[in-house]
C-alpha cells in the first residue's frame, strides 16, 4: 500500500507529472555550475576592490546551483535565495530579461526546497546585497516533500535561519531534514571532520602510521564490553564485530611498527545512553618506549593542538562550565581522589566483602555479588566521574579492572593506568602496556574465573595475542579516545546523538 501523500505532496508530484510531459528532466544527469556562493561574491568583491574610482566593476558571469529558500514574486520583477555548501546568494529574475513565459514558468513549477541551476551576472543592489541577475535557469531536483518550515531574521545585516524542526526525535529520525533546514547541525559535523583532521595532523606529525585492523574478529577483545556476534557462512564460524582496536594494533608493535594509530569505528553491545552509542568512533594509538607518563603528557599537548587548530582558543563552554583544555592538567591519584569523594580508602580493603562491607557502611548504593574491580569501577562512575570538570588526568588503578596494563613496580594490585576526565565524563584512557606474556596469560585466567561467563567484564582468552607477546613487544604506551565524547565536549552538547549522524534509536510505531 502506498504512504498516503499530503495536499503538499501531491501538488508537488503533479508539478513532476506535469515537466515530464512538456520534456523536461526533474532530475537530469548534468550541471554545470562554475562558482560556488561564496566563490561568487568573493570575485564580485575583488573586481570591486580592483575599479578605479568612478569606474563600473568588470562584469563577473556565473553559474550557481543550490537549494531555493526563499521566492518573493514582486509582479515583474522575482527575489529569490539560493544556499549551497559555502553560503547564500540572493537572485534576481525580471521579466524583461526572460520573457513573461519563463517568469510564469519559475512561478508556477518552482518551490522552496527544490534544487536549481542558475546563470546570471552578479551586482549589487541599492540596499548592498550582492546579487545575481539571473539570464537562465533550470531545475536540477524536484523536492517533494516540503522541508519544514523555517523563518529568517535579519541580524546585523546578516539573515540568520531558525528551523521551526527542533523536536530531537524527529531530527535525529530525520537527521537529512535537519542539516537541511539547520545549518548549525551542519556545522557541528563540519567541526567534527575538522577535528579528525588535527588528530591525524598532529600524530602524523609524531611519525605515527595510520592503518587498519579487522572490523570482524574471530575473538573480541581490548575492553571490557558485550560484543554483537555475526556468523560467517562460508567459513562456518561465530564472529564478533570488534569492541576495540588494541590487541591487534599492539600485534603491530610486535611486528617493528613502533607508533600505530587508527581512527575508526568501534561496536558495543551495550546501553545507549547520553554518551553512550552501539557504534561509534574511537581513536587509539600505541607509541614503543614510553609509559603512561608520557602518554599523558602527548595526551595534554593533542588535545591543545587540535583546539588551536580548529577552534583557535583552548577555552570551552560545557554544561555551564568554562574548560581549559591548557597544559598541564591536573593529576591525582585514584586511590587519594575515591578516599576524598567517598571517605573509602580502596588500598584498606582487598577483597570484595571487605570494599561492599565499607560502601554500606557509607550507605553507597551497589548491586550485591558485584566483583570488586566492578565495585571500584562503580564508585568512579557514580561519585567521583561528575565531580571532575576542569581536565583531569586519574592514575594508578586496580590490576583487577585492567587486565592489559602494566603492574606499578613494587605493588602487584596497582597498574599503570590512567583516565582523563573533562566536563564530569570520561574521554580517554591509556596504559603502560602489560608485554609479558606469562603474566597476560594469568590475567586472562584470573578474570575467567572472576566473572560469570555472560559477563561484559570477563576477558576471552586470545592464544594467538599471547603468541604474538611471546615474540616479544617493547615497552609501550597506548591511549584511546572516543571522537563523539571529545565532540560532545568541544561543541557543547550533551548528548552523544547531537554529534553522530545517524545515531541508533529504538524502532518508531511508524516503522
Known sequence: MEEELSN????????????QAAGIDPYPARSSVTHTTLEAIKAFEDTESAAKDGVEPAPVEATLAGRLRAIRPMGKLIFAHIEDRAGRIQLFFRVNDLGSDQMDFFVREFDLGDFIQVK???????????????????????SLIPLPAAKDEVVDGKVIRHAVLSDPETRFRQRYAD???????????????????ALRQFLDNQDFLEVETPVLQPIYGGAAARPFVTYHNQLKQELYLRISFELYLKRLLVGGLERV?????????EGVSFKHNPEFTQLEFYMAYTDYQGIMAMTETMLAYVADQVYGRRIFSFNGHEVNLTPPWKRIELRQALKEVTGIDIYAHGTTESLADAMAAKDLKFKPGTPRGKLIDGMIGDFLEPTLIQPTFLYDYPRDISPLAKNKPGDPSIVERFEGFVGGFELCNAFSELNDPLEQKARFLELGRAYAADDEERHPMDEDYLRALSYGMPPTGGFGMGIDRLMMLLTDHHSIREVILFPHLRKSDEE
Open 261 to 269: 594509530y587508527e581512527i575508526g569505528r568501534d561496536f558495543r553491545n
Open 120 to 142: 546570471g551576472t552578479l551586482f549589487r543592489t541599492r540596499t548592498g546585497e550582492i546579487t545575481l541577475h539571473v539570464q537562465a535557469f533550470s531545475l536540477l531536483a524536484k
Open 8 to 19: 503538499l505532496e501531491q501538488t508537488r508530484l503533479e508539478k513532476v507529472h506535469r515537466l
Open 179 to 197: 542539516l537541511a533546514v539547520n545549518p548549525e547541525v551542519r556545522q557541528i559535523f563540519q567541526q567534527r571532520a575538522a577535528v579528525v583532521r
